[in-house]
């Protein structure tokens, strides 16, 4: 009998993109029972919606709904709850701003049945097994933590505490737009500062003992010392000082949330 997998996709206010990841889905190459399940956050255009509902002749099942909170962890547990009824044995997730190769969904599932995986994790995209989320407790996703690297990362730890079993999933190819500030100095270090930042929230949620606070204390001060130096060295060389700088970024993200700030990088929208 075929695996049977319901893919999962936010949107928010970028048809073109979605139609791109749509038309990728559309091309898949897999023996799998596919269908298509997408959350539109747009509560005033709904063009993901309006696009969706417009499509003819779509290759699988496909089902939109819209979702009032548009916090990514809520969304996701929209998508989550609707997926868990459908009865699907697999739920994959992949944004809006992403599209497979035609072998993803295939490579995914071969990497669960080798691994025994309960969640195969690629790079931006998940596998997740039906009934490793029945055995968690709703909501899946923290609605605490607005940025998709937190609430993933969120997500993995408690699955971990739970006894599943998390696997990578690299064969999977999936390509992903970089915004055009990809690549300038203040995006690079304000990730990196946003990255440590919500590290270390959710090690803080699930209340760490002193002994590991006190390990991450011993990571977080040579950073902030000695990375500054390291940069300072080679600021004639603007590629080699990057590395020191993100460093010392994410040391005083991580730093900043065990003094109680929290950090939201994630407030822009790129690409249509």
């Given at each position: 009998m075929a695996d049977t997998v319901i893919i999962c996709i936010p949107t928010f206010r970028r048809p073109k993109m979605l139609r791109r990841l749509?038309?990728?889905?559309?091309?898949?190459?897999?023996?799998?029972?596919?269908?298509?399940?997408?959350?539109?956050?747009?509560?005033?255009?709904?063009?993901?919606?309006?696009?969706?509902l417009?499509?003819?002749?779509?290759?699988?099942?496909?089902?939109?709904?819209?979702?009032?909170?548009?916090?990514?962890?809520?969304?996701?547990?929209l998508l989550v709850e609707y997926a868990v009824m459908s009865g699907a044995s697999f739920i994959a997730m992949i944004d809006d701003d992403e599209w497979p190769d035609p072998h993803w969904i295939d490579q995914l599932l071969k990497t669960a049945d080798r691994t025994h995986a309960d969640v195969v994790q690629g790079r931006g995209h998940l596998l997740i097994r039906r009934s490793a989320l029945e055995d968690m407790a709703?909501?899946?996703?923290?609605?605490?933590?607005?940025?998709?690297?937190?609430?993933?990362?969120?997500?993995?730890?408690?699955?971990?505490?739970?006894?599943?079993?998390?696997?990578?999933?690299?064969?999977?190819?999936v390509h992903s737009e970089v915004p055009d500030n990809g690549t300038n100095l203040g995006w690079l270090l304000r990730q990196s500062y946003s990255v440590g930042n919500s590290d270390m929230r959710v090690l803080l949620k699930h209340h760490?003992?002193?002994?590991?606070?006190?390990?991450?204390?011993?990571?977080?001060?040579?950073?902030?010392?000695?990375?500054?130096?390291?940069a300072a060295i080679l600021g004639l060389s603007p590629n080699r000082r990057v590395i020191p700088l993100q460093k010392f970024f994410l040391a005083a993200g991580r730093l900043s949330a065990m003094a109680g700030r929290h950090y939201r990088e994630y407030a822009v929208i790129h690409g249509e």
């Open positions: 749509l038309d990728a889905i559309a091309l898949l190459q897999t023996s799998a029972d596919v269908s298509v399940l997408v959350a539109d956050k747009d509560s005033q255009g709904r063009a993901g919606l309006d696009l969706c417009a499509l003819e002749g779509y290759r699988w099942p496909l089902t939109a709904v819209f979702a009032p909170d548009r916090g990514i962890a809520q969304t996701r547990n709703a909501p899946w996703f923290d609605p605490q933590f607005a940025a998709p690297g937190e609430v993933d990362r969120d997500f993995f730890h408690r699955l971990s505490r739970a006894g599943k079993h998390l696997a990578r999933g690299d064969e999977a190819l760490p003992s002193p002994p590991q606070i006190a390990k991450e204390l011993l990571k977080i001060l040579p950073s902030l010392l000695l990375a500054p130096l390291a």
